[in-house]
């Protein structure tokens, strides 16, 4: 009975550790399964380590921007478009992580954990999938950057489709330069290439940052609207000097943002103290990170604990040591013209089998940054911006709000152009974010790149 019962407990043990060992293989499966199943070794989806297998990449007409034929993975046929494209459609070997082709590799495959690569094997490639992205207008946008670095992004702030994502440096996916190239280049011509800038780019804001500035007063300082000031080109607050582009005068509180006044602002800065001013950078998003696909953002920074006067002051005209993600910007603009909601923009519309079953579809999340009276207030003074500082002519029928930028940055460089801001015409509910990275004057340089790509949006939805 003694042997039996030994025995007994032997078997149990051992079907114990078969079942254990079974459950781990299980979980690893569904954990990895994908990993290994679109490794570069598998050769039905890679050719020469290079990712081939793949369904179709689309923009929002149709136009195809990646397929396969054969064993090669062919993009489209104008380079402007392959150029303009890039950070979004990405690459086969995976140095573009935000390229839909690395971050839905599995999609595209049309991997599931259940069939494996059936989708593969029946069809002879794997899903398509369908962008927000209108391929013609990121193409007059990267026209407009005109081989300068930098970013111009577009999207539609009531349904988050991003409609315009175009990020330099880049290259044409067809004529790739060499690692060598790249490695030993001085001249700054591929500093961060295989980064999106929408999403990983991180600059100092310049005088876009005054839209947080104005938020704060406008929450904070029930007077704010009786606030006037006499700039005379320059003050100091705390020992420090502030200086001003140009001697704007006398002054009331829109007056000062449509001159984008940096002693006006420096004295409203300080008067609301670092810690009133992290607190609406904070209620806007600044520190958070947001997804973009299944890539994530770069957080917006701020940090003015502690700060002297002198520094909240720079700080509120958007130097010192804050620095803004255009993405996150976007949203920023965004919220305000959709009554302090900003919808998170996005980019891969669905993803379907080519037999037109669907097996994802997007939808753009929400989060509210403003309380709806604070975001009407903040949109009255960015129209007065445009139509007194820009003039309505710069945006035809747009009814635009925005601000400009120029963002000093080290010695010896030329700053960086901003422009920010959205339509509120009916017909286009669209947002832009343009950097031109030390392009200069905002207004100068930004702004022209902002109204034109918002004038080509605009002949597509009116």
């Not at 005054?210 to 009786?226: H, L, M, R, V």
Request: with cysteine; charged share 20%.
């Amino acid at each position: 009975m003694r042997t039996t019962a030994k025995r007994s407990i032997a078997i149990l043990v051992l079907v114990a550790m078969v079942v254990s060992g079974l459950g781990f293989l299980a979980s690893k499966f569904v954990i990895n399964g994908e990993k290994w199943a679109t490794m570069r070794a598998n050769e039905h989806l890679n050719e020469g380590g290079s990712f081939i297998a793949a369904g179709n990449v689309t923009d929002r007409n149709g136009e195809l921007l990646a397929h396969t034929e054969g064993e090669d993975r062919i993009y489209s046929e104008s380079e402007r478009i392959r150029r303009a494209t890039l950070h979004i459609v990405g690459d086969t070997e995976g140095y573009i992580a935000s390229g839909v082709q690395t971050a839905y590799k599995t999609k595209l495959t049309g991997y599931n954990p259940v069939t494996g690569l059936y989708s593969l094997k029946k069809y002879g490639r794997g899903n398509d999938v369908h962008l927000t992205i209108d391929a013609e207008i990121c193409a007059k946008a990267y026209d407009k950057l005109n081989g300068r670095n930098g970013v111009v992004a577009a999207y539609n702030y009531e349904t988050g489709e991003l409609i315009c994502s175009v990020s330099a440096p880049n290259y044409d996916i067809n004529n790739k330069p060499s690692e060598d190239e790249i490695n030993s280049d001085e001249s700054g011509k591929y500093e961060g290439l295989y980064l999106n800038r929408l999403i990983d780019g991180m600059y100092t804001p310049g005088s876009t940052f005054k839209i947080i500035t104005t938020t704060s007063a406008i929450e904070n300082k029930p007077d704010i609207y009786s606030f006037t000031y006499k700039c005379t080109g320059e003050t100091t607050i705390d020992g420090v000097k502030v200086t001003c582009p140009s001697v704007h005068g006398e002054m009331d509180f829109k007056e000062c943002l449509a001159n984008s006044c940096n002693g006006a602002y420096a004295h409203i800065a300080a008067e609301l103290g670092g810690d009133k001013l992290m607190a609406t950078a904070n209620e806007y998003g600044f520190g958070q990170q947001f997804e973009f696909g299944n890539q994530k953002t770069n957080p917006s920074t701020i940090d003015l604990s502690g700060a002297p006067d002198g520094d909240v002051a720079w700080a509120g005209v958007g130097q010192y040591t804050t620095l803004v993600n255009p993405y996150h910007m976007l949203t920023v603009v965004g919220s305000i013209a959709n009554g302090g909601e900003a919808v998170l923009p996005y980019v891969v519309s669905e993803v379907v089998t080519p037999a037109e079953k669907l097996v994802l579809q997007n939808k753009a999340k929400t989060v509210t940054y403003l309380a709806p009276e604070t975001a009407s207030a903040v949109d009255e003074m960015l129209r007065f911006v445009v139509e007194n500082g820009y003039g309505d002519g710069s945006f035809e029928g747009l009814s635009m709000c925005g601000k400009t930028g120029t963002a000093e940055v080290e010695d010896g460089k030329s700053p960086h152009s901003w422009f920010v801001g959205y339509s509120q015409n009916s017909k286009c509910p669209v947002a832009i974010v343009v950097v031109v990275e030390n392009g200069g004057w905002g207004s100068e340089n930004a702004l022209p790149i902002a109204s034109y790509v918002m004038g080509e949006i605009y002949k597509t939805m009116a």
